[in-house]
């Protein structure tokens, strides 16, 4: 990729965590520490990977995303209005009564495929659309990004059964590795050791990269597009709260609203870095 482009990937993950840490305070509920972390993978697929558009939502031929670790939807939010799928203003509703837009992806939101959240959904879902386009001769990809704790869950291990078994190329999982979960560390909590060799075992093309690094993660995508004959998983090395230093790699952060002191902080410490770029 080139360096310009680069930094302008780079400028839109901070303007997108700054409105999930926006929304969040503004809310008073989020999952602001897994929002912070999967915010680069998103901003790869929707800015620069993904075949999707407002103006595309029926065509048969759009790329699918489904966010499988559906409670970093306030980052999903985030995207989608930027991308122009529904005025931002709409997201000062967010978690508010009677508001579409939940702490949960829904499909009444524009750009929303499918809802998700309640975990080890996503990538069953996924492998139906993958196959899908096979049986129907179409291009598009399918993209599903779930989380590391997630991957406890028994369906995601049918689901990467099937896609192992069906040899979907056409479809590239994301597990945002970050090495957290809402009660602990993924090691103390289920241990996910040993990802990479597990993923393998199901027939998938493994990827292990840092997850927060832009450059990496397109990288990693243009690899799994060219890869044949199997899906792929890509391993995001990811820090939790990703971004804003005291919400980094802290448990408690899994779920908690910054004070309008942390808020500000946040703000300043987005702003360094946007500076910095
Ligand atoms: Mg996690």
Redesign the pocket.
């Known amino acids: 990729m080139e360096q310009q482009e680069l930094r302008s990937l780079q400028k839109k993950a901070v303007a997108i965590r700054r409105e999930i840490v926006t929304m969040i305070h503004q809310a008073g509920t989020g999952h602001i520490?897994?929002d912070l972390?999967v915010t680069d993978i998103l901003v790869d697929l929707y800015y620069k990977q993904m075949n999707v558009s407002p103006e595309q939502q029926k065509n048969p031929e759009r790329d699918r995303f489904i966010l499988s670790?559906g409670h970093s939807v306030e980052a999903l939010y985030a995207v989608l209005a930027d991308k122009g799928y529904f005025p931002k203003e709409e997201l000062e509703t967010y978690a508010q009564y009677g508001s579409k837009f939940i702490g949960h992806p829904n499909n009444k939101i524009p750009g929303i495929e499918v809802n998700s959240g309640s975990l080890g959904h996503g990538l069953s879902v996924g492998v139906g659309m993958a196959l899908a386009a096979r049986m129907d001769g179409r291009g598009y990809r399918t993209y599903v990004v779930m989380?590391?704790?997630?991957c406890a869950e028994g369906s995601v291990w049918e689901a990467a059964m099937a896609g192992g078994h069906y040899k979907l190329d056409n479809l590239t999982a994301f597990v945002?590795?970050?090495?957290?979960?809402i009660s602990g560390t993924?090691e103390e909590v289920m241990t996910q050791d040993s990802a990479e060799e597990r993923w393998a075992a199901f027939g998938w093309n493994v990827l292990s990269i840092p997850g927060n690094d832009l450059a990496a993660i397109d990288d990693a995508v243009d690899l799994a597009k060219r890869t044949k004959g199997k899906p792929t998983v890509i391993i995001a090395n990811?820090t939790?709260g990703c971004g804003v230093s005291f919400i980094e790699n802290q448990v408690a952060w899994?779920h908690k609203v910054p004070t309008d002191e942390q808020y500000q902080k946040a703000l300043e410490e987005l702003a360094a870095k946007e500076a910095s770029l």
């Open positions: 520490g897994g972390s670790k989380g590391d704790g997630e945002d590795r970050n090495r957290l979960q993924t990811t939790k899994h």
